[in-house]
């Protein structure tokens, strides 16, 4: 469907995206702000809670992964198997009681073997049943799987590009930035919600931020979320001594992606543990409106819920129903 609404625009060119970034910083959290009350309610929070559904023994190569096999002497982490669908759906249960709207279940997969996905279908079918939203991050899909999960009613398919074209070659090597963009179409054209962004405090340059954008932006259709990850670094990972990202270009990113996508739900994602509550509040500032919420991500510890509620609160934000 064509958008009539000139904001909304996916031919945004690297010179205005370094433009954006260029900007007074005080500018652009206003004017990301802005547009951000334009198209979303102000002072509401979606909340998404994460559970990994199969852990480690990953072939990919991903450098700031706990996750794969290539890294799992150093980083330690066990592998597990497909939990069973008892135990899952007693995880979302849990996580709709503590307040969370949507659960995304992640899998440590390169892609899902079919009878792999004939499970995970079941966890869908059996999340949505409980009244949530869902979501899944199992790898690349081809077309025949992608539409089966469709069908099954899956909401939201989270496939990050993770960085830009260009730096991508130094974070993954065993598969192609295209390839990703390949599963990206597939899940559009199941008519799932396409959840993708990125991450940033990889030791990645201004430019490599700004290509990221650029490559987000300039899908044939904005993801209806895209999440914004800053680095958990993860002993015995290539990137666990990298260069972290200063503060306020953070914030940057964020006003950035909410301004050149307004539509879009911006997640301030993994990386919350290393913000304190000034910082994650100028990230709602710049048009933030989506957390991942309890204690855990997929591998890594995430802020309490309680700490997140009382943050919530003292800045008179609601999560969203
Ligand atoms: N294996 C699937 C894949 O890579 O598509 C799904 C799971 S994977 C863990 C989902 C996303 O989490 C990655 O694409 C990456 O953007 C993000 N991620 C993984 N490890 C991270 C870390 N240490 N810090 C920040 N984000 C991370
Ligand atoms: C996303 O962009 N971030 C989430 C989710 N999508 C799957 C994952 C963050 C993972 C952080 C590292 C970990 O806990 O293993
Ligand atoms: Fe595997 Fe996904 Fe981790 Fe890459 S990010 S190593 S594909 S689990």
């Not at 992964?65 to 069973?84: E, I, V």
Request: proline share 4%.
């Amino acid at each position: 469907m064509i958008d009539t609404d000139t904001s909304v625009r996916t031919d945004w060119t690297h010179t205005e995206i370094t433009a954006l970034f260029a900007r007074p910083f005080l500018d652009l959290v206003y004017d990301a702000q802005t547009m951000h009350r334009r198209y979303h309610t102000p002072n509401q929070v979606q909340l998404s809670q994460l559970l990994s559904i199969k852990t480690g023994g990953c072939a990919e190569d991903c450098g700031y992964c706990a996750q794969s096999a290539k890294f799992a002497q150093d980083t330690g982490l066990k592998a597990t198997k497909l939990m069973p669908l008892d135990a899952v759906l007693n995880d979302a249960r849990t996580a709709k009681a503590a307040g969370a709207t949507r659960f995304c279940m992640g899998a440590a997969w390169t892609r899902p073997k079919d009878k792999d996905l004939d499970q995970v279908i079941e966890m869908v079918e059996g999340v949505k049943a409980l009244g949530l939203e869902t979501c899944v991050t199992l790898g690349m899909l081809n077309q025949a799987q992608a539409q089966r999960l469709g069908a099954a009613g899956l909401d939201y398919y989270n496939h990050n590009i993770d960085t830009s074209p260009e730096y991508y070659k130094d974070i993954i090597t065993t598969r192609t930035f295209d390839e990703r963009l390949e599963t990206l179409e597939h899940v559009r054209q199941a008519n799932i919600n396409v959840c993708c962004g990125g991450i940033v405090g990889m030791g990645e340059t201004a430019e490599d931020r700004v290509g990221m954008i650029v490559s987000l932006a300039t899908l044939p259709e904005h993801p209806g979320s895209v999440p914004i990850n800053r680095l958990v670094r993860v002993a015995g990972t290539p990137l666990a001594h990298s260069d972290d990202i200063d503060d306020l270009d953070f914030v940057r990113t964020i006003a950035v992606a909410r301004i050149t996508m307004p539509k879009a739900v911006v997640r301030l994602s993994a990386g919350r543990e290393t913000m304190n509550d000034s910082m994650q509040t100028l990230c709602f500032m710049a048009g933030a409106n989506s957390i991942f919420y309890g204690e855990k991500l997929l591998t890594t510890p995430n802020p309490a819920a309680n700490r997140d509620m009382k943050l919530l609160s003292r800045l008179g934000m609601t999560a969203s129903a």
